[in-house]
């Protein structure tokens, strides 16, 4: 909670029912996000990391081991992550990504966006904490499906069973908690 006009307020957070102050845009709902992932056959990572401490690398690794998605990255800077080409921009894929995962700055975002629809891209997926209605606008009037302040991972996790509070699958379906052994 924080304090606003002498009262609290609550906290802003991604399940909240009141859109964040600024934001007018809105999203997919939780079955037409399922019916994007499965749709989607392959997905592009734009601003794809080697570097395992970066979001972009757990969210590459966890599609390459627990999903049936072709998965291409774009990084400029790089030659191959996770053993796999990287290529410099989404224009020089070997495919038409049905998906545009992006992990860059704010400032970045509307130039991805125009680079998703010149490629003809169906989905332009913004990361956890990325929102920029200005590149949703103009790839939802290219006819581009948007979802922003997601996260792919999380969401085909959810939606396939695979998600626990630490973001993984325990292997145990129970609603209640489990005893530990002494």
Known sequence: MSEAAGGLVACELPWAKEPAPG???TGPGAQD????LRRT???AIVGASDNPARASYFVATYLLSSSPYDVYFVNPRATTILGRPAYAS???L?????LVDVFRRHEDLPDVAQE??????KTLWLQLGSWNEDAAASAEDAALTV????????EHARFHGGLHLAGFDTGVISSKRQLMSR
């Open 33 to 36: 996000r399922y019916d994007i």
């Open 147 to 154: 979802v922003m302040d997601r996260c792919v991972k999380i």
């Open 90 to 92: 989404l224009a020089d």
């Open 23 to 25: 934001r007018t845009w």
């Open 94 to 98: 070997p495919v038409v990504p049905d």
């Open 116 to 121: 998703a629809v010149a490629v003809g891209a």
């Open 41 to 43: 056959k392959s997905i």
